[in-house]
């Protein structure tokens, strides 16, 4: 079996979020890069687990530069087997999806995984893309994933409830919570990932679709009222005259 | 500029549906696409919302990503729209990025308001889960944009609709739906105005009764932070945070929750949030418009009372 997962990089959940240069870009100063852990805890550890179950590898792909390396060191960590860069700025999602759908397009993936969303753009783009350039099916936001030969079992989110469905490989899915849960990388799998492929690999010639043209962050709230908690009738009082929301 | 909306509609017409129709119409002339088997009398609401006209393909599983995408490909390809509009919600995921593969379209995934023509196309966007907002400016012909839930009011524009058969090629349905489990008939999450959230300070999902009744009174969704989650209290479907789901309601109360930055992520697009919280360092209380220190196994009860004390009023 083989599995390509997709690998994003982003900031730690904790991060400073603020911009510079005009606010058009990410302030990376003094962050901390972490795996997206949609990509890491859901995608990646299913993949292994797959693997282990029934034989096989799984791949990590990244579009990045070499700053992205050590977040795909972290991935072969966790026991990816080996990684491939596609090396230039991820410009916007349909780059990054067209250049992971050329890769992948001749080397025969059963499975492609992508994490739900980034928590950095939390566009959920990229996977259903790969899936429509590879004319494949994309099963959006699976919460859990079984695999017997070709016939894979799945359950997903849906508007109103969880579906099961029931699709043939090769397929194309964005892991949600649920899937799998998060590994610590052991010495022994830091140590090895040092050594593991890490191929880079030209990226082919293409033009992105959107920009981001500016950043802003939320205003900030005027300050908090206190009610007394004996008061709740003030407190509703509040919300339908003042506030208008009930 | 001609405009496609996509909507799912089973029985009804959602207000997330109405809300994608609105903003379709304040773009363009607006088609709207949609199938399945709801009746014509419930798709004639879509004319009220400024859908001039509905096109309805009958029969076709909603689980197929390739043939929905095929149905609106066909659909732009017949009303010649040249940007198509749908809702973020699951299905939005699920085929939005797949329809601006196909049309070789810039997407704009989670658009929070109307696009800004002035100076070419540029459409606003939640990042960095909530806590940050990105202007996106869109270079392609032809343009996809999903819209968040409840950030776009549907507004009435007296109009009417046609609504017509429409059949197009789709393909064949390459995944098989074995199950539906359905969670209730309550309103889902990221489309929910009133939302009561609770967390660890509830010391047990035996103690959850106070939160359901209060969200019963207020015909809310209920929610819970991700700790809460995690230990199996409440359901994974009800996580909202940086990691969960993200939303916007009109009205959050959050009780027994301190307010992590990863927890504020997914909430902070709230109009009005009512924190309750025994302790009054509680980082939350910051991003509140309310707060209440004190024990919520006291205050909701009694918040509660004051909701019905004004629902009977109103009556």
Redesign the interface.
Known sequence: MKILVCISKS?D??AK?A?TDGNSKFDENGVQYIVN??DEWYALVRALELVEANGGTVTTITVGTAADDPTIRKALAIGANDAVRIDGQAL???YV?KQISEYAKDKNFDIIFTGKET???????????I???L?Q?????A?KLDINGETA?LER????????????TP?VI?AA??MAEQRIPNMRGIMAARTKPLNVVPAVDL????????????EA??G????D??N??E??????NQ?K?? | MSVLVFIEAKNKVSKAALEAVSYGSKIGSTTVITFGDISSDELAIVGEYGGEKVLIHRGINKSNDQQLTNLIHAAVESSGATIVVLSQDQTGKSIGPRVAAKLNAGHVSGAIDLPDTSNGFQVNTNVFSGKAMATVAVHSDKKVISILPNSISPEKTGGSTTIEEFDADLGEGKIVVKEMKTQGEGIPLPEAELVVSAGRGLKGPENWGIVEDLAKTLGATTACSRPVADIGWRPHHEHVGQTGIAIRPNLYIAAGISGAIQHLAGVNGSKVIVVINTDAEAPFFKAADYGVVGDAFEVLPRLNEAFKKFHNSQN
């Open positions: 900031p959940t904790t979020i911009f852990p949609y916007d999602a349909s999806a928590i950095n753009y939390n566009g959920a783009q990229v996977g259903g893309m899936a429509e350039n004319n099916p994309f099963i959006s936001l919460t079992t989110d849906v508007q109103g409830g969880v579906e099961v469905v029931e699709v043939n397929f964005s919570k649920g033009e992105n679709l959107t920009t981001v043209v500016s950043y802003s962050l939320p709230k005027e908090c009222k206190y009610i908690p004996e709740m009738d407190l509703v009082d509040l919300l339908h506030s929301v009930i």
